[in-house]
């Protein structure tokens, strides 16, 4: 409600910062709330949003939760409060030297025992179900939440066939687990129970360099369980999220081949581009010039497929296009020296080898390696 009542009064809320970014980079950029703002659950709603007081209580059309931070994958970019497996290794390594001491660390108190946030969402949900148009489930991993399955028997007993359900999934486990996952949805698709099902998941490389940055992820595994949805269920979309980072830029040429193979197929997969803001060390803005040229290359490609849609495109060039807007020299080597940091730590708590896997980086490395030496000599860590 003070988001609502600062954006009434035409101020700009500093939690938005990821539009207003987009906004701010130079070139026409539209940004998510502005896609957003147009989608079927929102656009019908915009006067009476306009016109209803900020601290007037609203049902949602559009609903988005978290169960539990259960998580069987340790993605570079994400947080303790958000995946058990980052907590279990921040809790057992603490935090990273060099780096901002709260970098990864749990942020909030983990609650044990009933949630009653959990207990609070099943008192609501029977109100708000019938006006809702999107639920998505997100963690965490939402299949490995009992909650998930709890609210596909809800909905089987309770349908809302104006719905759209969602769940943000990392395809990461065992093909029992998708099998039983997705016999649940072909139930409520047959007796209209909800009006349609998207899977959105998440891959930010292509190979090896994707198992990289989403450690524990497999990546044959991955594309075994999106080919099982794209079989069982041909009708759904797959939204490949892909939260464009640094490492990202490497392999992402053979990403969109890998995607415009797909689509030549006929499977109904959009990729859909965001950029990483935090943290800010692994963002794609603070690449040198060898890996800006393999960016802009990239660009062209996809410009020149006829498989990817404007949008598609659209977001990758805005994402481009903040990438390669002017950022200080002196930025830069503060950021480039704590990514080597990390890199080299996350490199020794994992066994892995970030020189074998990201050969191409061998440029940019020998610049981190000269930022570390200026931050040391200076006293800056
Ligand atoms: S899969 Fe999602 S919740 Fe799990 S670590 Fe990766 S980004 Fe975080």
């Known amino acids: 409600m003070q988001q609502r009542k600062m954006m009434l009064e035409g101020v700009r809320p500093p939690e938005c910062e990821y539009c207003?970014?987009?906004?701010?980079a130079p070139g026409e950029n539209i940004s998510d709330r502005f896609i957003k703002s147009i989608d079927h659950w929102a656009f019908d709603k915009l006067d009476e949003a306009l016109n209803t007081p900020w601290n007037k209580p609203v049902n949602p059309t559009y609903l988005e939760v978290i169960f539990s931070s259960e998580c069987n994958l340790n993605c570079m970019y994400c947080v303790s409060d958000v995946s058990s497996s980052i907590a279990r290794e921040m809790e057992k390594y603490g935090p990273y030297p060099n780096l901002p001491s709260e970098h990864r660390m749990p942020k909030h108190k983990e609650i044990t025992g009933d949630n009653p946030y959990i207990a609070a969402f099943w008192k609501w949900f029977p109100d708000i179900l019938p006006s809702l148009r999107v639920f998505r489930i997100t963690g965490g991993e939402p299949l490995?939440?009992?909650n998930t399955f709890r609210v596909l028997e809800y909905l089987e007993n309770h349908p809302n066939?104006?719905?759209?359900?969602?769940?943000?999934t990392n395809l990461s486990y065992s093909q029992q687990l998708l099998e039983k996952f997705m016999a649940h949805i072909k139930v409520l698709l047959a007796k209209k129970a909800i009006g349609s099902y998207t899977?959105?998941?998440?891959?930010d490389g292509h190979g090896a360099e994707s198992a990289y940055i989403r450690r524990g992820l497999d990546f044959e595994r991955f594309t075994k369980?999106?080919?099982l949805l794209f079989n069982s269920l041909p009708e759904s979309r797959v939204i490949l999220m892909c939260t464009f980072n640094l490492l990202s830029i490497g392999s992402f040429e053979r990403m969109i081949h890998w995607v415009d193979g797909?689509?030549?197929?006929g499977r109904k997969v959009v990729l859909d581009l965001s950029y990483l803001k935090d943290p800010d060390y692994l963002r794609a803005n603070i690449m040198d010039e060898s890996l800006e040229a393999k960016l802009l290359a990239c660009l062209e490609l996809?410009?020149?497929?006829p498989s990817f849609e404007t949008y598609e495109v659209k977001k990758f060039e805005r994402v481009v296009n903040w990438a390669c807007s002017t950022k200080s020299d002196e930025r830069n080597k503060w950021l480039r020296a704590h990514f080597l940091q990390f890199i080299q730590e996350f490199d020794r708590r994992f066994n892995s080898n970030f020189e074998e896997t990201f050969p191409e980086y061998a440029t940019f490395l020998k610049i981190c390696k000269k930022a570390d030496i200026w931050m040391k000599?200076?006293?800056l860590y």
Not at 20 to 24: L, N, Y
Not at 199 to 203: D, E, G, K, N, R
Not at 302 to 305: R, V
């Open 144 to 146: 490995l939440s009992s």
């Open 377 to 379: 000599v200076n006293n």
């Open 225 to 227: 369980n999106m080919n």
């Open 20 to 24: 207003w970014k987009i906004e701010d």
């Open 199 to 203: 899977t959105y998941t998440s891959l």
């Open 262 to 265: 797909m689509k030549k197929e």
């Open 302 to 305: 996809m410009k020149s497929l």
């Open 161 to 168: 066939p104006n719905l759209e359900l969602a769940i943000n």
